[in-house]
C-alpha cells in the first residue's frame, strides 16, 4: 500500500526566510509520480508540481524548488525568501503508476509566514 | 469563468438526516472526484468517476453515495449511515490521458456539521 508522510505539522517562519516541507513516501510500484498542493484559507487545492519516478532532476520554479531523492523516497519542497503570501497548508501526495489520477496525500503542513 | 463549483459552502444536518453536495464542473473533464478532509488526517478519497454513469468506491466510501448522471455533475450523498460526518468536502476534476497527470482541479469545499 502507497503512503505518503509529512512529518512537520505546522511551521513557522519570518518573511524572507527560506523554508523547507518535507514528505517522504512509500510505495512498492517502480512507476509513480508525486505532486505538490498549495491550500490557501480559501480552501481550493491548488496544483504546484509533478515528478514521475524517472525523473530524479530538481526543479524550481521562482521561488520555489524540489529536491527529489528516490534513494530516500523523499520529495521535499523549499521556499525561498518566503512571503506572507505563501501563508497555507502544503500537501505532498503520490499517485502509481496504474493508479489512474487516484492520488494519496499526507497529511500536510501549516505555514505561517509572519511579518 | 472556468472552474468548479460546490454548494452549498457550509450545511448543518441533524443526526439521522441524509445531505447532498453539490459538484459541478464546466471544463469538461471526464473524472471527477470526492475527497474528505479532516484536522491532521490529510484528503481521503471517498468516491470517484471517470465516465458518466460509472463510479468507484475510494478508501472511505462507507455511508456516502453518489451518482453520475451528467458529465458536468457528480453530487454526494452523506447518508444517515455515516458515523462522523462532520468534516470538510473537496470535489475535484481532472481530464483522463495515458498516464496519470494529476492535475486534479478542485472546488473551494463544502463544510459539513451534523448538531
Known amino acids: 500500500a502507497q503512503k505518503v508522510t509529512q512529518a512537520q505539522t505546522e511551521i513557522s517562519v519570518v518573511e524572507k526566510e527560506d523554508v523547507t516541507l518535507d514528505c517522504v513516501y512509500e510505495t512498492r510500484d517502480t512507476t509513480y509520480y508525486l505532486f505538490w498542493y498549495k491550500q490557501p484559507p480559501s480552501g481550493e487545492l491548488v496544483f504546484l508540481i509533478r515528478?514521475?519516478?524517472?525523473?530524479?532532476q530538481n526543479e524550481i520554479s521562482g521561488r520555489y524548488s524540489w529536491n527529489f531523492q528516490k534513494s530516500t523516497s523523499s520529495f521535499n519542497f523549499t521556499i525561498t525568501a518566503s512571503q506572507v503570501v505563501d501563508s497555507a497548508v502544503y500537501f505532498c501526495a503520490l499517485s502509481e503508476g496504474g493508479g489512474g489520477n487516484k492520488l494519496t496525500f499526507g497529511t500536510g503542513t501549516q505555514l505561517k509566514v509572519e511579518l | 469563468d472556468g472552474g468548479i463549483t460546490q454548494s452549498p459552502k457550509y450545511l448543518f444536518r441533524k443526526e439521522g438526516q441524509n445531505v447532498t453536495l453539490s459538484c459541478e464542473q464546466n471544463?469538461?473533464?471526464?473524472?471527477m472526484y470526492w475527497y474528505r478532509q479532516d484536522p491532521g488526517q490529510g484528503l481521503r478519497l471517498i468516491y470517484y468517476?471517470?465516465?458518466?454513469?460509472?463510479?468507484q468506491k475510494g478508501d472511505i466510501a462507507e455511508g456516502y453515495s453518489v451518482s453520475r448522471e451528467k458529465k458536468e455533475s457528480f453530487p454526494l450523498t452523506v447518508t444517515s449511515a455515516q458515523k462522523n460526518p462532520t468534516a470538510f468536502y473537496l470535489c475535484?476534476?481532472?481530464?483522463?490521458?495515458?498516464?496519470?497527470?494529476?492535475?486534479?482541479?478542485f472546488g473551494e469545499g463544502s463544510r459539513l456539521t451534523v448538531l
Open positions: 471544463l469538461n473533464h471526464d473524472a
Open positions: 475535484a476534476s481532472s481530464f483522463i490521458t495515458g498516464t496519470p497527470t494529476g492535475e486534479l482541479f
Open positions: 468517476s471517470q465516465i458518466v454513469n460509472d463510479f
Open positions: 515528478r514521475n519516478s524517472f525523473d530524479e
